[in-house]
């Protein structure tokens, strides 16, 4: 693949992937933005091509190895937060292009910070034992089943925008409770509620038709009439409304056909405030 063809493409999985939302704060890409959750306050770090404080010393293979393993070039294991459980899912193309993307933006010297964690999720010599049992490395495989669409879906929600990173409820160790896939949580990004998104009728988004799903994907547009704000509009600006009209009606095929769960965070969430997401 040509260099400003691997570009090109890296900038399209760039922001298929939301990597803009969580590493920018003033700088693009230089880190510097919280992301407070139950377990601490993670600091994502810089990922422009500063050699000192960025990626800019990584090769190709330190990047397909954070992004499929979890493990940095120096061999540390990264948190969670960093969803390399969805990423693992990229397809080689594709994390070659993203390497390529990322290596001709500007390199910004922004230190990195700390995590502030709560104990026993500040010691990170736990991260091998929880990759043990909650992580399952490797690219995404097609379903033959399936048709081409479903499964281009399945594939920019479970590896590139990682959805279920956010809509998954997870357990006391962080791990995604997998019986509630896509069902939505009380304590999403930031202490917001995050919500069902299965095609449950009474308490996701079943009642949606294709037409209007994808509408709201386009433009933050909900079926009453009203547009989303808060962290759901950064979403689809910074993602989903930068899809091809193509990968995001793939995108409803897939969430339309996932299995429903009637799971309702009106009554389990106090109070309950969706304002994070829908309104």
């Known amino acids: 693949m040509a260099f400003d063809t691997a570009v090109e493409h890296g900038r399209y999985v760039f922001f298929a992937a939301g990597c803009i939302s969580c590493h920018t704060a003033e700088q693009a890409l230089a880190g510097g ?16 091509p500063s050699p000192d404080h960025g990626i800019g010393t990584w090769k190709n293979s330190d990047l397909e190895r954070a992004l499929r393993q979890g ?8 948190y969670p937060a960093f969803p390399y459980p969805s990423y693992t899912r990229m397809t080689r193309e594709d994390i070659q292009a993203l390497y390529a993307y990322l290596m001709a933006q500007p ?27 909650g992580f399952t490395p490797g690219a995404y495989a097609p379903d033959p089943g399936k048709s081409a669409q479903w499964n281009r879906g399945a594939y920019l929600a479970n590896a590139l925008g990682h959805c279920g990173e956010c809509h998954t409820p ?33 308490t996701g988004i079943g009642s949606w038709s294709c037409e209007q799903l994808s509408r709201f994907l386009a433009s933050g547009r909900k079926p009453d009439g009203s547009f989303t704000g808060g962290l759901m509009a950064e979403v689809l600006g910074t993602s989903c409304m930068r899809l091809t009209r193509y990968d995001r009606e793939a995108l409803v095929t897939y969430l339309q056909g996932v299995a429903p769960v009637h799971h309702d965070l009106n009554a389990l969430c106090r109070p309950y405030d969706d304002s994070g997401f829908y309104d």
């Open 33 to 48: 933005r919280p992301l407070e959750t139950p377990f601490g306050t993670f600091h994502p770090p810089n990922i422009s």
């Open 71 to 78: 493990i940095s070039p120096d061999g540390q294991h990264y």
């Open 170 to 202: 997870r357990g006391f160790l962080g791990m995604p409770l997998e019986d509630h896939y896509l069902a939505g949580t009380c304590d999403g990004p930031e202490g917001r509620l995050t919500p069902n998104i299965t095609p449950d009728r009474q």
């Open 107 to 133: 390199a910004y010297a922004r230190e990195n910070r700390s995590h502030e964690l709560h104990w026993p999720y500040s010691s990170r010599s736990l991260l091998p034992h929880w990759k043990t049992s």
